[in-house]
């Protein structure tokens, strides 16, 4: 099973709506990354979340880390077609909030439609 | 500035053979790390080095080898290529191992 749970895997909404997309682990997180990916190309980095109860926001996008620091979310307002993509969610689990040795969630696709 | 560069973008090799994948991080940065991105599921880490020295290994075989250099550029080997290694090869540098990692465009290795 995986470590880091996504969902909803695949997401489909109409131009205009929110959504929000879930991440899960059983261990706890020490630093959550989101990234979002265009198909076959590399991740862009979205926000890094560290503290449990953090909140970040970057345009239209929010993110944010439970207190308990197992769940987190991203969430999208107002979506628009340059939202579609891959988005991710990747965490250190060992406890040393090391960015380069990330177990990532399996992604969840999102599609806009005009 | 420059972001995380990797080279070559596409390349194509026969089983058993040999490939070379290079990455060049954001100028500073002393991580470079390897994932591996298989079809419909999220990157696996593969390496991470941090000042030329190796500091994670993921569940690869030893057929996966990796190196910095002086200049924190990075290189990822793997020999006796296997149809099951045809993937996106994702490098990312970070300037230290606790701050946010950014990735490379990633190479599409095919193995035929």
């Known amino acids: 099973s995986q470590e880091l749970e996504q969902s909803p895997q695949s997401l489909i909404v109409q131009e205009g709506k929110n959504l929000t997309i879930n991440c899960t682990s059983s261990?706890?997180?020490?630093?959550l990354y989101w990234y979002k990916q265009k198909y076959g190309e590399g991740l862009i980095f979205l926000m890094m979340?560290?503290?449990?109860?953090e909140e970040k926001s970057h345009e239209k996008i929010t993110a944010k880390l439970d207190e308990k620091k197992q769940q987190s979310s991203l969430h999208i307002t107002a979506s628009q077609p340059s939202h579609a993509g891959i988005y991710l969610c990747?965490?250190?689990?060992?406890?040393?909030?090391?960015?380069?040795?990330?177990?990532f969630g399996q992604g969840t696709t999102l599609q806009v439609k005009p | 500035d420059a972001g995380v560069t990797q080279s070559p973008t596409h390349l194509i090799k026969t089983r058993g053979q040999h490939v070379t994948l290079r990455c060049s991080p954001i100028?500073?940065?002393?991580?470079v790390s390897w994932y591996q991105q298989v079809l419909g599921q999220g990157p696996q880490f593969i390496f991470q080095?941090?000042?030329?020295?190796?500091?994670g290994r993921g569940n690869f075989p030893d057929r996966f080898s990796a190196r910095q250099f002086p200049n924190y550029s990075s290189e990822l080997n793997v020999n006796a290529l296997l149809l099951g290694d045809s993937a996106l090869y994702l490098c990312?540098?970070?300037?230290?191992?606790?701050?946010?990692?950014?990735f490379g465009q990633g190479t599409r290795l095919t193995v035929v």
């Open positions: 080095y941090y000042e030329k020295e190796e500091r």
């Open positions: 261990k706890t997180l020490y630093g």
């Open positions: 100028s500073g940065h002393k991580s």
């Open positions: 990312a540098s970070s300037l230290e191992r606790d701050t946010e990692a950014f």
């Open positions: 979340l560290q503290k449990g109860g």
């Open positions: 990747g965490a250190d689990l060992g406890g040393s909030s090391n960015t380069g040795k990330l177990i």
